[in-house]
């Protein structure tokens, strides 16, 4: 955050950035029917790259979680803990 009251507003693209993007998705969208002529001719891992790296403008990125291994029951929504009881129920049996 800044201190500027007229600054831009956090996570706002800058210009170059919201012009680029733009530029790209225009560059794409004109030339998409070769870009799945050309994915096809792919095999084996290229293919599986060039999926993975269309993928980071499509799917957003997973933040790493630590996980500790302990649930803290207090803060679980009722629905959360009926499914909990449920799986070790049905586990049992």
Known sequence: MTNN???KPPGTLNKLSRDMKL???EFLTENWDEVVIEF?????K???NFYKELMQYDV???QAMAVSGELD???MSEEALDK???R???RQR
Do not use: E, Q, S, Y
Not at 40 to 44: S, V
């Open 23 to 25: 530029t790209i998705h």
């Open 88 to 90: 070790l129920i049905n």
């Open 84 to 86: 909990i009881a449920d």
């Open 40 to 44: 096809h001719k792919l095999k084996g």
């Open 5 to 7: 009251p007229r600054g």
């Open 60 to 62: 957003p990125k997973m």
């Open 46 to 48: 290229d293919k599986l």
């Open 73 to 75: 029951f207090k803060t």
